[in-house]
């Protein structure tokens, strides 16, 4: 009776976890798949379609370049913000006065909303009276305003906001690595006569072997399926420079203005969501068989 009731109690305290699963995760998941062969748009009326949206999301050229534009945002975002904040992290792991509160600015931007953050460089970057073109011009940097948002320079500021954005928590994870490496290692290499460059590339670097395979992974991931920065920044645009996939999912589903001619395509959404959480999978795991055969050879 004792153990019955004892099980009854564990069933109690995993049923609200348990009940978030299937409603938040579970559920929007079987639906999503459902809705893949079927053409709806939300209203209660559904045609069954078979594989017509996969069909046309293959001849659908702004889903392909959204995935273009995916991979040179995720390339440019990370090439960026590992090195930078590996070396961040390098040197606020020393015995410096204040790094606390040096860590604690360089990390405040991962805990500031999305929204808000975009927002702020928004103003920065805005072409007309941005903060960022009025500094340029005053000290005579360049003669005249420069569209930060159009179709040269669109892709360079979001990625910007993105590593301002980001770097300040790969910064605290490769923290935690340097410090999980012991100094008795760096001593005897200055003892060998080894120099901070040397330490860097044949100690620092090979110690964080794991732990760096692990922030790359999260990098990747991040970085593919980031779109709320560029939502807010561009929408997409100018002329779908910055529409990447997750953003041209979300389109799909919930028309992002009021000057945006897509509707609702909430079957066809379906069928491009799951090919792109695909798209996503599948380099993960290629880069996750790749960095298990360099870590084992």
């Given amino acids: 009776m004792q153990k019955r009731g004892s099980l009854f109690n564990s069933y109690i305290f995993i049923f609200p976890s348990l009940f978030l699963t299937l409603a938040l995760g579970i559920y929007p998941i079987a639906w999503a798949l459902r809705y893949m062969f079927y053409d709806y748009q939300g209203y ?12 046309r999301l293959f001849r659908d050229v702004e889903f392909w370049h959204s995935v273009y534009n995916t991979f040179v945002y995720a390339a440019g975002k990370i090439i960026i913000v590992l090195p930078l904040s590996l ?70 500021t979001v990625i910007i906001t993105a590593v301002w954005g980001a770097i300040g928590n790969y910064m605290l994870l490769f923290i ?3 410090q999980g490496i012991p100094e008795d290692i760096y001593e005897s290499a200055s003892i060998d006569g080894a120099n901070a460059v040397q330490k860097f590339w044949y100690i620092t670097i090979p110690m964080l072997g794991t732990v760096l395979q692990m922030i790359v992974m999260l990098a990747i991931i991040t970085a593919l399926k980031g779109y709320e920065s560029i939502m807010v920044l561009t929408e997409g645009g100018p002329f779908g420079k910055t529409d990447v996939m997750y953003l041209y999912v979300y389109k799909l589903f919930f028309p992002v203005s ?22 996503v999978g599948v380099v993960t795991i290629l880069y996750f068989s790749m960095s298990k055969r360099l870590s084992r050879d």
């Fill in 87 to 156: 070396l961040l992290a390098v040197i606020l792991n020393r015995a410096l006065k204040g790094r606390g509160s040096l860590r604690g600015i360089y990390f405040m931007p991962t805990i500031i909303s999305t929204s808000v953050m975009s927002i702020v460089f928004f103003t920065i970057f805005n072409s007309y009276n941005g903060s960022l073109n009025q500094f340029l011009l005053k000290y005579g940097i360049i003669s005249k305003a420069i569209d930060w948002l159009g179709p040269n320079y669109a892709m360079l």
């Fill in 44 to 55: 209660g009326q559904e045609k069954f379609i078979g594989l017509d949206n996969f069909s």
């Fill in 258 to 279: 009021a000057t945006n001619t897509t509707v609702q395509r909430l079957g066809y959404g379906s069928a491009v969501g799951f090919v792109t959480a695909l798209i």
């Fill in 176 to 178: 935690a690595g340097l």
